[in-house]
């Protein structure tokens, strides 16, 4: 963290992907949204779909048009059973994957749940200027990712780099 940068709040979108989580139960969207909120940056949407590919990606999409909201997280659906699809819905919209978030989501996953951490499929990316995340389900996976990962990566501050310090190139061609 560097002293000499200012902090730069960002517009966060949260949505949840399940069939079963309603506001008053959606533990992983509530942490997300409280921990965002928490550093500074601001909630710019929040929205519970059904583990559908097409209502997935039809939210993210209408998110990555809107030029006001840096950064998009997703909960859920990236398990491995049929009903799990949020990875497929995501992937097409991306212009860049992350691959490295979630090879870096699983090892940091591993000394907390071991090999189970195998059975998340994070995932991670940019497209249209905006940055995606993909999370598991969990209130602790969702957790471990914005402790270890987003929060300092969403931080201006952060050095060596962060994602925020590349923003305004994310569009150049």
């Given at each position: 963290?560097?002293?000499s940068r200012q902090f730069i709040p960002l517009n966060i979108a949260i949505l949840t992907v399940s069939?079963?989580?309603?506001?008053?139960?959606?533990?992983?969207?509530?942490?997300?949204?409280?921990?965002?909120?928490?550093?500074?940056?601001?909630?710019?949407?929040?929205?519970?779909?059904?583990?559908?590919?097409?209502?997935?990606?039809?939210?993210?999409?209408?998110?990555?048009?809107?030029?006001?909201?840096?950064?998009?997280?997703?909960?859920?659906?990236?398990?491995?059973?049929?009903?799990?699809?949020?990875?497929?819905?995501?992937?097409?919209?991306?212009?860049?994957?992350?691959?490295?978030?979630?090879?870096?989501?699983?090892?940091?996953?591993?000394?907390?749940?071991?090999?189970?951490?195998?059975?998340?499929?994070?995932?991670?990316?940019?497209?249209?200027?905006?940055?995606?995340?993909?999370?598991?389900?969990?209130?602790?996976?969702?957790?471990?990712?914005?402790?270890?990962?987003?929060?300092?990566?969403?931080?201006?501050?952060?050095?060596?780099?962060?994602?925020?310090e590349l923003m305004p190139r994310l569009l150049e061609?």
């Amino acid at each position: 963290m560097s002293d000499s940068r200012q902090f730069i709040p960002l517009n966060i979108a949260i949505l949840t992907v399940s069939d079963t989580r309603t506001e008053e139960n959606d533990t992983s969207g509530r942490l997300l949204v409280d921990r965002l909120s928490q550093v500074g940056h601001q909630l710019a949407a929040k929205n519970i779909v059904p583990d559908d590919i097409y209502q997935i990606r039809a939210q993210v999409s209408q998110w990555i048009a809107d030029p006001q909201i840096n950064a998009i997280i997703t909960t859920g659906g990236t398990g491995v059973t049929g009903r799990d699809g949020t990875p497929e819905a995501i992937q097409v919209l991306l212009d860049k994957e992350l691959a490295g978030f979630g090879e870096l989501f699983r090892s940091i996953s591993y000394s907390e749940i071991k090999t189970s951490t195998l059975q998340s499929r994070t995932l991670a990316g940019v497209a249209n200027g905006t940055y995606i995340f993909c999370l598991p389900g969990s209130s602790g996976a969702c957790k471990t990712a914005w402790d270890h990962i987003l929060q300092p990566q969403l931080d201006y501050r952060t050095r060596p780099c962060n994602f925020v310090e590349l923003m305004p190139r994310l569009l150049e061609t």
